[in-house]
């Protein structure tokens, strides 16, 4: 060992030392901190789905993958960060000793291979994730950069070290090869061997190789260490733990349910819910669950959900990174106060610091976050502004994208929950709403008397509930814009006359029949919710009081009932097998009971509704249909999972959109760019929106006078021959026919 060897190795332990401690003990912190949320019973077990889907999304990166052109050059850092930790600490003993490597390790010839492919990977995959985030910069216009609000220092001093970590493997590996340490074979050493061709055999050059690879390490883990809001960062670690924790353990629906309020780490029961005690929403940082202090801390401010968010492409002020990325400031400033025991009771009073001078050891910036409200109001700067928090509109299109599994909806909700129940502060408009819903039972305002208006004019009787169901296979739940909404009455109206024409049996419940709640809930409206989705379990069980559980079928023309019901009501005791009516229809198609015999010649868009696709995964049935009826299919860019919003989910049906472009008017936009002559979907919400924007547009003189905004079922009906039984099976348009999938759990 020459002295040059030795004076650096000991440099590089002596400055290690100091690193290595604080990440311990910043580990440890972290630690405490993120315990600070409430308990979440919900996220236990279990173990073997929920390893397999950490396991899936961080090796085969399935949901990184969504942005092709990124995902396999972060699979080079990633892999490059997890294996390159053994080359990390092997340089601990190459800077001492030139020639020394691991036992075992490095007598393979595969393990040489393994370390050049991480070395020139890291090198490459970081210098290409450095130019995708400059191509994307801020600068660009209209809000195009998913990197706007993002802290590019923090992010370009990562791939900084992640590039010098990697010259740092190659660099090593090539001075090994000039000292003829290893006689591995060019194909292990495709780099290291060449390049070792060039240089003259000098172990100093190897240990000094050795110390720069430690030393960049150790600034980094000494910059990160001091920093915990480094999302950039630190999400190398606490990514694994977030994917684990998602809410819907066998990795499936994007969001489905909401995650219901909790208390003590279970679902809050309101009849025993106690103001006092209970958490009802989030009112202050410290209400979020665990789960979000650990979302908070995972985001790794890649902007992907941004760019999805349609408030965001529309110039609203709601961004689902910097709402996740304002939580993590905020909580991480705030968790001194927290961590020594502050807090404040329902009436703003601070409580659980004691002493002469209780806040002696807080530093300022905690004592100035705990006084911060979470939401802002007229006269004073909250963490989330109010427009931002009502500019949501539950769409999941930021969960879905998210390659962490943040859940933004979860908390925007929760922040609601709280401004509505507790607060009583939200947007006037939806004052309305929620008398309607409370006093009527539906958000229009309408008289449960006038359920079955939408029956008048059918040259058929439409079989109504009457105390039993007797033989029919399907309860037809029309749903509240389905009863009284002009447009999608049209849409009911169709549907039951396809299950005629088809013979299926089924009867609806006309005055019975309540909203299942959805638009309250979203707003916020917990309580309201609870109290209309009781209501309908205990009308829906007796209805199917004497049948099994897989015999409660449901078919549901709204993309919200339909995702209230299938996902939402079992946690308050309705179990039932539903099924959208596009599912049940196209499978009405495969067995030849439907037979589209006059083919419908038009170029036809679909627009998938939220709560129908993202939410519960439903893409193919629909399209099937289309393809059915013997039209065109023309898709617009944003489909599928990245299907872009109508605007009116999350109660924003019932708001006026004040700021920005309206979301309705961006989506028909990119609609009418395909030339359509119909605009299909199968949700009545996306029906009214979409049907306002282009007659907006036709107004404008942007649009054909002959655009028509239509359902699926709609479209299918025009294609059947009505009022007959399909005689022969041969009539059937085979090249038109959908082949689907399995139901009821079609495309989930």
């Not at 850092?77 to 390790?105: D, H, K, N, Q």
């Not at 994917?243 to 279970?266: H, N, Q, T, W």
């Not at 329902?346 to 002469?356: K, P, V």
């Not at 129908?612 to 617009?636: C, I, Q």
Request: hydrophobic share 40%; aromatic share 8%.
């Amino acid at each position: 060992m020459g002295a040059v060897q030795l004076t650096l190795g000991l440099i590089a332990v002596a400055v290690s030392v100091v690193p290595w401690a604080m990440f311990v003990a910043t580990i440890a912190r972290f630690v405490r901190v993120i315990r600070l949320g409430q308990p979440d019973g919900t996220r236990n077990g279990p173990f073997v789905p929920r390893l397999t889907t950490m396991i899936k999304e961080f090796a085969a990166h399935t949901r990184m993958n969504k942005f092709r052109h990124v995902g396999p050059w972060h699979w080079l850092v990633m892999w490059g960060f997890l294996l390159g930790s053994l080359a990390l600490f092997e340089a601990y003993g190459e800077v001492f000793v030139p020639t020394w490597g691991w036992p075992i390790l490095d007598d393979w010839s595969l393990w040489h291979l393994l370390m050049e492919i991480l070395g020139v990977g890291t090198v490459v995959g970081g210098v290409a994730l450095a130019i995708i985030r400059q191509l994307n910069h801020p600068r660009r216009a209209d809000r195009q950069s998913r990197f706007a609000g993002s802290n590019f220092r923090a992010a370009y001093f990562v791939e900084a070290v992640v590039v010098i970590e990697g010259l740092g493997i190659l660099g090593v590996r090539a001075g090994k090869a000039a000292l003829g340490v290893h006689e591995t074979p060019t194909w292990a050493a495709f780099v290291s061997n060449p390049v070792g061709h060039l240089l003259p055999a000098s172990t100093t050059f190897v240990s000094i190789m050795a110390f720069i690879k430690l030393m960049s390490a150790m600034v980094w883990v000494y910059v990160v260490s001091r920093n915990m809001t480094m999302g950039v960062a630190w999400h190398r670690f606490s990514a694994f733990f977030n994917i684990y924790f998602k809410r819907e353990a066998d990795g499936g629906v994007a969001l489905g349910k909401l995650k219901p309020m909790m208390s003590e780490g279970k679902p809050l029961d309101f009849e025993e819910a106690d103001p006092e005690s209970d958490v009802f929403g989030a009112g202050k940082i410290e209400d979020f669950s665990w789960k979000g202090w650990l979302d908070f801390t995972t985001c790794t401010e890649c902007g992907r959900c941004q760019s999805q968010c349609p408030a965001w492409n529309t110039g609203k002020p709601l961004s689902p990174k910097l709402v996740i990325t304002q939580l993590r400031d905020h909580a991480y400033a705030k968790a001194p106060y927290l961590l020594a025991g502050g807090k404040k009771d329902m009436a703003g009073e601070e409580i659980g610091l004691t002493g002469d001078d209780p806040h002696a050891g807080i530093d300022v910036l905690a004592l100035a976050e705990a006084e911060r409200p979470l939401i802002g109001g007229a006269d004073e700067l909250g963490v989330i502004d109010p427009e931002v928090l009502w500019s949501c509109t539950t769409c999941g299109a930021c969960v879905e994208q998210c390659p962490v599994d943040i859940e933004h909806v979860d908390h925007i909700v929760d922040m609601r929950r709280y401004q509505v129940m507790i607060e009583s502060n939200f947007p006037s408009e939806l004052n309305g709403m929620f008398k309607n819903l409370e006093n009527k039972g539906n958000p229009w305002g309408q008289n449960a008397k006038d359920r079955l208006q939408w029956t008048e004019d059918l040259d058929f009787e439409v079989p109504v509930f009457d105390g039993e169901l007797g033989d029919a296979e399907y309860l037809f739940w029309v749903g509240c814009a389905g009863a009284f909404e002009d447009r999608a009455k049209k849409t009911t109206r169709a549907v039951a006359e396809l299950l005629h024409i088809a013979d299926v049996r089924y009867k609806v419940l006309g005055p019975e029949e309540t909203c299942t709640g959805d638009p309250a809930r979203r707003a916020g409206n917990e309580f309201l919710f609870q109290m209309l989705a009781q209501q309908n379990v205990e009308v829906l069980n007796s209805v199917f009081e004497d049948r099994d559980p897989l015999q409660r079928k449901i078919v549901v023309t709204c993309a919200h009932c339909f995702n209230s019901l299938a996902n939402e009501y079992p946690e308050i005791g309705g179990q039932y097998e539903v099924v959208h009516h596009t599912q049940l229809l196209n499978r009405l198609v495969r067995e030849k009971r439907l037979v589209p015999v006059a083919p419908v010649a038009d170029d036809v868009t679909y627009h998938d509704p939220c709560y129908l696709g993202r939410h519960n995964k439903v893409y193919d049935a629909p399209r099937e249909l289309v393809g059915a009826a013997g039209a065109s299919l023309r898709e617009m860019p944003r489909h599928g999972d990245r299907s872009m919003c109508c605007g009116a989910g999350g109660a924003r049906m019932w708001m006026e959109e004040k700021i920005g472009k309206r979301i309705n008017i961006d989506r028909v936009d990119e609609a009418l760019g395909t030339a359509p002559s119909k605009i299909a979907t199968g949700c009545p919400f996306c029906r009214v929106m979409l049907t306002d924007g282009v007659t907006a547009r036709q107004n404008d003189g942007k649009a054909s006078e002959n655009v028509e905004v239509i359902d699926v079922a709609q479209l299918l009906l025009s294609a059947v021959k009505r009022g007959e039984r399909p005689a022969e099976a041969e009539d059937v348009p085979t090249d038109k026919v959908a082949s689907g999938t399995p139901l009821p759990d079609q495309d989930k």
